[in-house]
């Protein structure tokens, strides 16, 4: 996965180009996006354990 940065040089994501998702991390949470072939979104939220 690729790390994304904003200008201020902060992770903003994770995108995995081959897989076709981005990840998205941000106060304990975790949420993964699918691009499906049938230009449908697969959203998975979850809570990141410590």
Known sequence: ???IR???KKTVC???A???S???K????KTVITFL???KMKV???EEKS
């Open 6 to 8: 904003n200008g201020n």
């Open 37 to 39: 072939e049938d230009n």
């Open 26 to 29: 941000q106060k304990g949470f």
């Open 44 to 46: 998975i939220n979850s």
């Open 1 to 3: 996965m690729k790390v």
């Open 18 to 20: 081959t897989q076709k």
């Open 22 to 24: 981005v990840e998205i």
């Open 14 to 16: 994770r995108a995995d």
